[in-house]
C-alpha cells in the first residue's frame, strides 16, 4: 500500500520555507507510485538537494525517445493535471502537477517530462551533484530565494523568473552552458 495519496494540486504563492529530510521521503514515494516499466525518474531541484525554498517537489520523468505521449498519458491516468502557470512549458516539454498527502502534509509535486539522455536531462543531474557538492552554492542559492521573497514576489511564475539567473549563472560555472 502506498504511502503517499495523490489529491488536487493548490497553487500557493511562492514563499521561503526550511530544507527538510521530509521532501526526500515524498520524493522517493511519488516516484514509487510512478514506477511504469519505460520511465525513470529523477528528483531534482531545490528539494533534493537540500536548499530551503517553495517546498515544491521536482520529479523528472525520463522516457525514452520517442514515448513522451506514453509518459504524459502515464501522469495523466494518476490524476496528474497541465501545468498551473500563465506561461507553460511548451508541449514538447511538459509539466504535469499534482499534490500529494503524506503523513497528514500536503505536498505539490511538478512532473518533468523529459527525454532520457537529453541535454537537459543531463543539465539537471549535473547541477543536483553540483549543488549537493558545494554548501557554499547552496547558501548562496538560498540567499538569492530570499531576497525574491523579500521583494515581494509571490507568483510562481514570477519566482522563478528571479531565481533564472543564478542556475544560468552556475550552469555555465560548472561547464554545462
Request: glycine share 6%; aromatic share 10%.
Amino acid at each position: 500500500m502506498s504511502k503517499i495519496e495523490f489529491v488536487p494540486y493548490q497553487l500557493v504563492p511562492a514563499s521561503f520555507n526550511p530544507w527538510r529530510e521530509i521532501f526526500v521521503e515524498v520524493a522517493e514515494e511519488v516516484m514509487v507510485a510512478l514506477a511504469h516499466p519505460e520511465l525513470e525518474f529523477l528528483h531534482f531541484g531545490s528539494s533534493s538537494f537540500k536548499v530551503a525554498g517553495k517546498g515544491i517537489i521536482d520529479i523528472s520523468v525520463l522516457y525514452k525517445p520517442g514515448k513522451l505521449t506514453q509518459a504524459v498519458e502515464h501522469l495523466k491516468n494518476l490524476g496528474f493535471k497541465d501545468q498551473h502557470s500563465d506561461n507553460p512549458f511548451p508541449d514538447t516539454r511538459p509539466r504535469k502537477d499534482i499534490a500529494v498527502m503524506y503523513q497528514g502534509e500536503l505536498f505539490q509535486v511538478h512532473a518533468h517530462a523529459i527525454e532520457k539522455g537529453s541535454e537537459e536531462h543531463i543539465k539537471q543531474e549535473k547541477f543536483k551533484a553540483y549543488m549537493l557538492s558545494n554548501p557554499d552554492a547552496r547558501a548562496e542559492y538560498e540567499t538569492q530565494k530570499q531576497l525574491v521573497i523579500a521583494q515581494g514576489i509571490a507568483s510562481q511564475d514570477e519566482y522563478g523568473k528571479a531565481k533564472a539567473p543564478f542556475v544560468k549563472r552556475t550552469l555555465k560555472d560548472i561547464h554545462f552552458s
